[in-house]
C-alpha cells in the first residue's frame, strides 16, 4: 500500500481527524480547498487599505482584499456496499491580517499563548459526514449531520452571501419527487453578537434553523426555479425563559430563485427574498437582539460572453431593511467585471463596483462609494472562472458620507478618496 506523507501542521491537536483520514485504508484522499493571499500598499505610503462603505454587508473583491485566507479541506469515502456509502467531509480555515511573516493563531512565535495577539485565525468549517442511499424508499437521496456549508448562495464578485445558514446541523436531501429535488434541514448557530448582560448569566442564546427547498424545478427551456422557506426561532433555556431580559424571537425567510442556463453564452440568477423579524440581520440564520421587522432582498447577476475574448460578471442587489426601532437601512449595488483574454493563460480584468446605504433613521446621512480596479491576470485556463491565478493590480476609490478600512490607517479619516495597488494569488481547487 502506498503511505502519503502527513504534513507536520496536520499532527497539531484539533487536526486529528485531518489526519486519521489522510492515514486511512484507501488512498483516494479528495483534497480541496481555497486561498488568496498577496502583498500591497497604499499611494503615499503605509500598508493596503481596503474599500467598503460603512453598513453595507459587502464589497467588491477584485485588488480589495486586504487578508490572507485558506479554506483546506479533506475528504474521504470510508465505506461502501452497492449504491451505499459513507463519505467523511472536513475543513479547517486560517485568517490573518497579512502584515508579517509569522502569523498565528493567539500565539507568540515561540508557541506560547499571547491573548492579545490577533495576528491570525483558525477555524473549525466543515467536520461532517454523508450517508448517501441509505434509505431504500428515497432512492438517491443523502442523510448527513455535523457542521458544513450548507446549500450556499453567493455573488463572487463581491463575496456576498445572501442565503447561507451553514453551521452545525443535520438533514436529508435531493429527495426526488419527480418533478424537483427536495432538502430539509435542522440548523443551530449561537448568538455570538448578543449577549445579554442584566440579570442573567450572560450567555449567548442558541438559535434554530429550519431549512425547506425544492430544487431543480423545470419552469421554461433551460431554466430553473428554486424554492426555500427558512423558519428561525431563538432556544430559550429555562433559566432564560425565566428572565425578561432574554428574547424569544423568531423570523422567516421565503427564498425565490430562477437560474437561466444558456443566457448570451453563460448564465442568469434572479433571487428574490422576503425576511421577517430575527432573521433579518443574516442571510437566513435567526439571530436574537434584532427590533421586529420586514426585508425585501432582489439579487440579479450572472456571467455572459460578450465576445469570443471578452467574458463579464455583473450583479445588482436591492435591500431593503425596516425595523420597528428605525435601525434599519436601504442598500444599493451595482457592479460589473469585464475581462479581456489576451491568450489562454493571460487576461486583463477591470471592476467597477458601486454601494449606496440610506439609513431609515432621518438624522443619519446617506453615504456611497465607488470603487474602480485594473488588473493584469495570468490564469490556470481561459475561462472567467479558471484558476489558480495570479494578478497585479492598482485600484481606486472615492465615498460620500463615510467609508470602512478594512486593514490599515495609512488613509486620513479626513481624506474621500484613495488609491492602492498591489500582486495578488488566487486559488480554488
Known amino acids: 500500500m502506498k503511505h502519503i506523507q502527513q504534513p507536520t501542521f496536520l499532527l497539531k491537536p484539533g487536526y486529528l481527524l485531518a489526519a486519521l483520514l489522510v492515514s486511512g485504508p484507501a488512498a483516494a484522499v479528495d483534497f480541496h480547498g481555497y486561498m488568496r493571499s498577496g502583498v500591497g500598499a497604499t499611494a503615499g505610503g503605509g500598508d493596503q487599505a481596503c474599500f467598503q462603505v460603512a453598513g453595507a454587508p459587502a464589497k467588491y473583491r477584485l485588488g480589495n482584499e486586504c487578508e490572507t485566507y485558506a479554506e483546506i479541506g479533506l475528504g474521504q469515502q470510508v465505506w461502501e456496499e452497492g449504491e451505499k456509502s459513507f463519505y ?41 459526514v454523508i450517508g448517501k ?19 450556499r ?3 463572487h464578485i463581491n463575496d456576498y452571501y445572501y442565503w447561507d445558514v451553514s453551521g452545525p446541523g443535520a438533514g436529508i436531501e435531493d429527495i426526488d419527487l419527480g418533478f424537483a429535488k427536495a432538502s430539509v434541514a ?5 448568538d455570538g453578537d448578543w449577549v445579554y448582560q442584566g440579570s442573567g448569566t450572560g450567555t449567548n442564546i442558541a438559535n434554530d434553523t429550519l431549512d425547506f427547498r425544492l430544487a431543480e424545478i423545470d419552469v421554461n427551456p433551460g431554466g430553473k426555479l428554486e424554492i426555500g422557506y427558512d423558519y428561525g426561532k431563538a432556544n430559550l433555556a429555562d433559566f432564560q425563559e425565566r428572565d ?15 437560474t437561466q442556463g444558456n443566457w448570451f453564452g453563460g448564465y442568469n440568477k434572479l433571487a428574490v427574498q422576503y425576511g421577517t ?18 426585508m425585501l432582498r432582489v439579487v440579479n447577476q450572472g456571467v455572459v460572453g460578450l465576445s469570443e475574448n471578452i467574458e463579464m ?3 445588482q442587489i436591492y435591500e431593503d431593511k425596516d425595523f420597528d426601532n428605525e435601525s434599519g437601512q436601504t442598500w444599493a449595488s451595482f457592479g460589473v467585471r469585464p475581462v479581456y ?11 467597477f463596483g458601486y454601494d449606496y446605504i440610506e439609513p431609515q433613521a432621518d438624522d443619519q446621512d446617506s453615504r456611497d462609494l465607488k470603487k474602480f480596479t485594473i488588473a493584469q491576470q495570468w490564469s490556470a485556463g481561459r475561462s472567467f472562472w479558471a484558476r489558480p491565478q495570479i494578478r497585479v493590480f492598482a485600484t481606486y476609490a472615492m465615498w460620500d458620507g463615510g467609508r470602512y478600512q478594512a486593514a490599515s490607517q495609512s488613509i486620513d479619516a479626513g481624506d474621500d478618496d484613495g488609491l492602492t495597488f498591489g500582486v495578488q494569488a488566487e486559488a480554488w481547487w
Do not use: C
Request: charge should be negative; avoid cysteine.
Open 88 to 128: 467523511v467531509d472536513t475543513m479547517i480555515a486560517y485568517k490573518s491580517t497579512q502584515e508579517n511573516d509569522w502569523e498565528g493563531s493567539d500565539t507568540n512565535a515561540d508557541g506560547n499563548y499571547n491573548p492579545y495577539d490577533e495576528a491570525g485565525d483558525v477555524a473549525l468549517r466543515q467536520f461532517h
Open 133 to 151: 442511499n441509505l434509505i431504500d424508499a428515497l432512492p438517491g437521496a443523502d442523510i448527513w449531520a455535523g457542521k458544513r456549508y450548507y446549500k
Open 153 to 155: 448562495h453567493d455573488v
Open 186 to 190: 435542522w440548523m443551530r448557530n449561537t
Open 244 to 258: 425578561d431580559g432574554y428574547e424569544d424571537q423568531k423570523g422567516h425567510l421565503v427564498t425565490l430563485e430562477h
Open 277 to 294: 423579524d430575527g432573521i433579518i440581520g443574516s442571510s437566513g440564520r435567526n439571530s436574537t437582539g434584532n427590533s421586529d421587522g420586514d
Open 313 to 315: 460578471m455583473y450583479v
Open 341 to 351: 483574454k489576451w491568450n489562454d493563460v493571460m487576461s486583463t480584468a477591470f471592476e
